[in-house]
């Protein structure tokens, strides 16, 4: 089995692109998540970019909650200048709404007409440097991305191993209980017996008593074979197993699987009454909530 065919839903990746326009910094870190959710932080100014930077993403991403922040620096850029026009505005604003309001008089200070929406002007951008910046945002997330999958190939090849452990442990129980059921169906069919001779002692002599009996001992029958639950779960390891060696984005897959599993272990450990085979569901039990646990943060 290939131990790098999953992929983590943690990593971290950086790229950066330069030229002589713009200097771009992306960084990308990624946690589990049940679905893919994208937050990047981007410049006011430049949101615009946001959907073809958040399409690169979904074309390599399909699970996990990401963060990324865009660092973006133009050389050359214009400073911003007070834009006088509107700070007369607002001042003339200011001193009728005090007379109309019968305050004191008072005029407001620069800092304060400053922070006012609208304050700054700032230069128009050349289209020449719009188009550089969009390049170089594409050139680093694409950059940070390849990053990103580097470091969660290289956790997914760490959890790979670790499911493998674990799928092994599970196989060696299901292997032990394959062997026990004989001897477990034995001693059931032998308690089984002990019932009916004590209820035949019992039985009243009519037909509903018989009736009620067959019923009892059908159910009681049923109860004690599991070898179709043990078939079952034997089948759903061997396809987790072969899964796993396909690659690409499988959690939702193997956490199906295991659901599987679960119900079959759940389905194993209700019908059985050996106190051996009761012992290794709840070891299988304890196995599967260490494969959910490791599958939670599976792409």
């Known amino acids: 089995?290939?131990?790098?065919?999953?992929?983590?839903?943690?990593?971290?990746?950086?790229g950066a692109a330069e030229t002589r326009h713009v200097s771009v910094t992306v960084e990308l870190r990624t946690v589990n998540g049940k679905a893919l959710q994208l937050k990047l932080r981007l410049p006011s100014e430049r949101m615009e970019l946001e959907p073809k930077l958040e399409s690169l993403l979904r074309k390599r991403l399909t699970r996990g909650s990401v963060q990324g922040q865009i660092r973006i620096q133009v050389a050359g850029a214009a400073?911003?200048?007070?834009?006088?026009?509107?700070?007369?505005?607002?001042?003339?604003?200011?001193?009728?709404?005090?007379?109309?309001?019968?305050?004191?008089?008072?005029?407001?200070?620069?800092?304060?007409?400053?922070?006012?929406?609208?304050?700054?002007?700032?230069?128009?951008?050349?289209?020449?440097?719009?188009?550089?910046?969009?390049?170089?945002?594409?050139?680093?997330?694409?950059?940070?991305?390849?990053?990103?999958?580097?470091?969660?190939?290289?956790?997914?090849?760490?959890?790979?191993?670790?499911?493998?452990r674990l799928l092994k442990s599970l196989r060696s129980q299901v292997k032990q209980a394959i062997k026990r059921e004989p001897k477990a169906k034995k001693e059931a069919a032998k308690r089984l017996q002990g019932r009916v001779a004590q209820a035949l002692e019992s039985l009243p002599e009519t037909?509903?008593?018989?009736?009620?009996?067959?019923?009892?001992?059908?159910?009681?029958?049923?109860?004690?074979?599991?070898?179709?639950?043990?078939?079952?779960?034997?089948?759903?390891?061997?396809?987790?197993e072969e899964t796993m060696q396909g690659g690409g984005a499988l959690g939702r897959e193997l956490e199906f699987l295991l659901q599987e599993i679960?119900?079959?272990?759940?389905?194993?450990?209700?019908?059985?009454?050996?106190?051996?085979?009761?012992?290794?569901?709840?070891?299988?039990k304890l196995v599967v909530q260490q494969l959910k646990e490791q599958l939670a943060n599976v792409e």
């Open 262 to 284: 679960h119900r079959e272990v759940t389905t194993l450990g209700n019908k059985s009454a050996d106190d051996a085979l009761s012992q290794l569901v709840v070891s299988m």
């Open 1 to 14: 089995m290939s131990a790098a065919a999953l992929y983590s839903m943690t990593g971290f990746g950086r």
């Open 79 to 164: 400073a911003a200048e007070p834009d006088l026009e509107v700070l007369k505005r607002y001042r003339d604003s200011w001193k009728r709404s005090v007379k109309a309001l019968g305050l004191p008089e008072a005029s407001p200070t620069m800092a304060e007409l400053l922070a006012l929406p609208g304050a700054f002007q700032v230069k128009a951008e050349s289209e020449a440097v719009t188009r550089a910046v969009a390049k170089a945002c594409e050139q680093a997330m694409k950059e940070a991305l390849e990053a990103l999958m580097l470091s969660r190939s290289a956790e997914g090849v760490r959890m790979a191993k670790e499911l493998q």
């Open 207 to 240: 037909d509903a008593g018989s009736i009620d009996l067959a019923r009892e001992l059908a159910v009681l029958g049923e109860r004690a074979d599991i070898q179709e639950e043990l078939a079952r779960l034997d089948i759903h390891l061997e396809r987790f």
